[in-house]
């Protein structure tokens, strides 16, 4: 039987390359994909910290490029060679939810590198509906920013409608807050604040020169609050999943503002809110989770910010490692020292 490499996850903080068979094609509509690129999410740290509880022995990764290897003979819409984009989330199609276009809380729905083996591997089986393709025009290392950009996509769509004079505060200047204020400069509003506690991170955004974007630390949104100018905001956005930062964002709120949490906390972090704020502001608290419906648009998004030069890995501080130094990667990626590790799994 031919093996692979494949990175487990073995507990807390415990991870793997270890030799294991290629999986096999199980179902008629199964695609199996030859991975080329794969890279690291927030989540895949905490999934180390032992926040999913996962079992032992799962090959962890959901952020998937690669190519076609083989297709179930139900397949129609892919060939083997065609360069694909894997979305890590699976929906039955046919629940309560999904009928009601909500398909990242389908009662029966599967995701790779967390449930189901994921992409740290040479290989992974994926559905074929689960699958985007590629443009040609569209290099794999650049593609495979399309589903943590997805993930960002349905965040400001949570924090939407916009108007001319919204202050929005980001909290967070790794990859996907980063990419948020790329994203939102484009916007017609007053003004976006970067908020990091890392200077590596707030120089690397700094650096992109986004227009209407400016880049602060904690301490400056404290100050402010302090002096009492400016300091509130109509849109909040946590890509932390920290206590502090998320009690930090609550607190300059303006009247009727919104606080979209999407950072990945643990099940047991609790926040101190007062409750009269949220009464006589007429405050909003929603979350943002996954990328439901919206990996088509990250695809056009991506490609249109590689096309305009927008993805210049060395300014957004993001590298390549082979998948043998992956304890590198993660030490960098963890220690802030990138914004995004990726993978190379296949030299082809």
């Not at 270890?18 to 989540?43: H, Q, W």
């Amino acid at each position: 039987m031919s093996t692979m490499d494949a990175l487990k996850y073995f507990g807390k903080r415990e991870l793997r390359l270890v030799k294991t068979p290629i999986p096999e094609i199980s179902y008629p509509t199964d695609v199996l994909v030859k991975v080329e690129f794969a890279s690291i999410c927030g989540s895949d740290l905490k999934i180390t910290a032992d926040y999913y509880h996962l079992p032992s022995g799962i090959t962890i990764g959901h952020e998937i490029v690669g190519t076609v290897e083989q297709i179930g003979h139900d397949c129609k819409r892919f060939k083997p060679g065609d360069r694909v984009i894997v979305n890590p989330h699976g929906y039955c199609e046919a629940c309560d939810f999904c009928l009601q276009e909500l398909p990242h809380f389908c009662k029966h729905s599967t995701s790779l590198g967390f449930y189901l083996d994921g992409g740290f591997s040479e290989y992974v089986v994926s559905k074929e509906n689960q699958l985007l393709l590629i443009p040609i025009d569209l290099p794999f290392d650049n593609a495979v920013l399309v589903q943590p950009t997805a993930c960002v996509l349905h965040s400001i769509s949570r924090g939407a409608p916009f108007q001319q004079k919204d202050r929005i505060l980001i909290m967070g200047a790794g990859y996907i807050g980063t990419i948020a204020a790329v994203l939102l400069s484009e916007y017609d509003v007053a003004k976006i604040k970067v908020c990091d506690i890392c200077p590596l991170r707030r120089l690397s955004t700094k650096n992109l020169n986004l227009r209407n974007v400016t880049i602060v630390e904690p301490n400056d949104l404290l100050n402010d609050i302090q002096v009492k100018e400016s300091y509130e905001y109509d849109k909040v956005f946590d890509y932390t999943g920290d206590e502090d930062a998320i009690q930090l964002g609550f607190n300059v709120l303006a009247k009727r503002g919104k606080l979209i949490l999407f950072g990945v906390m643990k099940e047991s972090s609790l926040a101190k809110f007062k409750l009269s704020y949220i009464l006589y502001k007429e405050l909003t608290i929603t979350g943002s989770i996954g990328n439901p419906d919206t990996m088509e648009a990250s695809l056009a998004q991506i490609r249109r910010l590689f096309h305009a030069g927008l993805l210049n890995f060395e300014k957004l501080n993001i590298a390549t490692f082979p998948i043998s130094n992956y304890q590198k990667a993660f030490d960098s990626f963890r220690n802030h020292k990138l914004k995004k590790a990726l993978f190379k799994l296949n030299n082809s």
